[in-house]
């Protein structure tokens, strides 16, 4: 089986590195409280070992998506109706992908990644399991608008961002995401969103900090990332894994923790830190009804449908890029 061409979008330097990459964690780490976004997470290593959390017995926001995608198909199904194009934004889901194509009969796939190597693998994966349905791999980043395959042009689309991703975006961001889905999609497009809810702060802590310290791996390997891809000589060892609850924005905060005073440079520059203080690496936001509808018509997404899991801890919303209203 071969896989399926994709098409790059994304920049390489000479090195084979995303200057986005090196931008990011430069002026990230130029901060007072030092940052990276989390996107940058997800290199192979990174993609793997978030496969990984997934199977974690703390870490339930999988399982209970998957039992939404299973349990309520044929409600969804039915909204959403056959023939479409299905745009995933990120490819990493090889899970979850399959239930929802087998569910709604698409013409069409268009998985949409940053990281090449992972997306060829999933794409090919998921053209082996839907023999005859036309699997087209964008790598690009899909913060910004993206230019669909000519393939698809033709076809109503449904996007389809599932494991609380948006969750990882200020709101600010995560309006200018949804707009630029939308802008990609095109109007009368469908979307369905995954979007964790807010509980019981231990539950919550757990599922970012378990007992096997995969999470801990996870965070770390950014680190990994940072001084292979970036020339960089960060001593590893020196940080911790911290998650945290903020419950202001409500949302889990993961921070790579100083536990000695250090001094590291990336790319040339130069960087200290005291002991306790942290690289902000991760938000994870948590949603009420409320807040994910007002987020996705902040998006100028219509909220037309949302399910829960049996134990009301994940929700998954179907919404329509509606026509701009100019009413208040
Ligand atoms: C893939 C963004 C949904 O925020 O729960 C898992 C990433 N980070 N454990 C999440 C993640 C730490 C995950 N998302």
Known sequence: MTPPESLKLVERDARGVDPAFRADVLAGLSEPQKAVPARWFYDDAGSRLFEDI?????????????EILTERADEFAALIGPGRAVVEFGSGSSLKTPLLLSACQPSAYVPLDIAGDFLRAAAADLAAKFP???????????????????????????????????????PATATDLLRSMRATLGEGALLLIGMDLVKDTGVLIAAY??????????NR?????????????????????AARWNDVY???E??????????????GHGFAMREGETIHTENSHKFTR???????????????????????????????????????
């Open 54 to 66: 997934t199977q974690l017995p703390e870490y339930y926001l999988t399982r209970a998506e998957t």
């Open 254 to 267: 993961m921070h790579l923790l100083a536990r000695r005073d250090v001094a590291f440079a990336v790319s």
């Open 132 to 170: 005859g349905l036309p699997v087209c791999p964008v790598e690009a980043d899909f913060m910004r608008r993206v230019e669909l395959p000519p393939q698809v042009e033709s076809l109503p689309k449904l996007g389809f961002f599932p494991g609380s991703t948006i969750g990882n975006m200020v």
């Open 209 to 218: 900090n378990d007992a096997a310290g995969v999470t801990a791996r996870f």
């Open 250 to 252: 409500a949302r889990i």
């Open 221 to 241: 390997n950014l680190l990994h990332r940072i001084n292979r891809e970036l020339e960089g000589d960060i001593p590893v060892d020196a940080f911790a894994h």
């Open 290 to 328: 409320r807040t994910s509808n007002m987020l996705l018509a902040a998006g100028g997404w219509e909220p037309r449908a949302r399910w829960t899991d049996s134990a009301g801890q994940f929700s998954l919303l179907l919404a329509e890029a509606t026509p701009p209203r100019s009413a208040p």
